[in-house]
């Protein structure tokens, strides 16, 4: 079978895909063996990220010519928002990070490059840029999250990371997030691709930045 676009793309990124979803800390989460310091340094940038983040799903759900789409955009949105919001929370009360501890500290440079790339999707207002930012965000992390050895580790910081990137509903979601670039996406593929590039870089970024070393 020929390739489809969403793949096209991948490979053109392999290198950096490849060096995000094996990267020291996705090792040291899945073991569970990551410093509490890391581990916060992480959650406090990623909880900004999703600031932004529900942003373009909103790009998305203005933008996608289709009901059944802007539906499932809408309670993927209310997951996010619930769950997942929730999860932070949870996280920074049992790591001991405050609310005064996350104001202190500043976003980080792919933090705010992050947030800039969706914000700049988001307000194209072309679903496939939209598209292509939401694939490498949801793709790359269900491609990690996959991949992690089971049993998960015991704390609930680590395993419930892990589990909120792959369980059905979020595989299903990133099936059709594939489809729906794999459809539109070709019809604006400079555009497309110049996001999706973007995108893989900063998330590998976001990765090196939890690291002293
Ligand atoms: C830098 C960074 N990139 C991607 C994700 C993944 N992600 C963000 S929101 C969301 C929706 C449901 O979990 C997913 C998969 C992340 N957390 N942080």
């Not at 009360?93 to 405050?98: K, T």
């Amino acid at each position: 079978m020929t390739e489809t676009f969403f793949e096209c793309l991948r490979r053109e990124c392999a290198a950096d895909w490849a060096d995000a979803t094996g990267h020291r800390f996705v090792r040291e989460l899945c073991a569970g063996s990551i410093a509490d310091a890391a581990m916060a340094r992480y959650l406090v940038q990623d909880h900004r990220f999703l600031d932004a983040f529900l942003t373009l799903l909103g790009g998305a759900i203005a933008s996608t010519d289709r009901f059944e789409s802007r539906l499932r955009f809408g309670r993927f949105a209310g997951m996010v928002s619930g769950d997942e919001n929730d999860y932070f929370l949870r996280a920074f009360a049992a790591l001991g990070v405050s609310e005064a501890d996350r104001a202190a500290v500043p976003d980080s440079a792919p933090t705010s490059g992050f947030q800039a790339l969706m914000r700049e999707a988001a307000a194209t207002r072309a679903y496939p840029a939209v598209l292509a930012v939401l694939n490498v965000a949801e793709g790359l992390y269900l491609d990690w999250a996959m991949q992690a050895p089971r049993p998960l580790p015991e704390n609930f910081v680590h395993a419930e990371w892990i589990t909120l990137h792959d369980n059905p509903f979020f595989c299903d979601f990133v099936a059709f997030l594939r489809n729906e670039f794999n459809r539109v996406g070709p019809q604006a593929a400079d555009q497309a691709r110049e996001f999706f590039h973007r995108a893989v870089k900063l998330e590998l970024e976001f990765f090196n930045e939890i690291h002293d070393t």
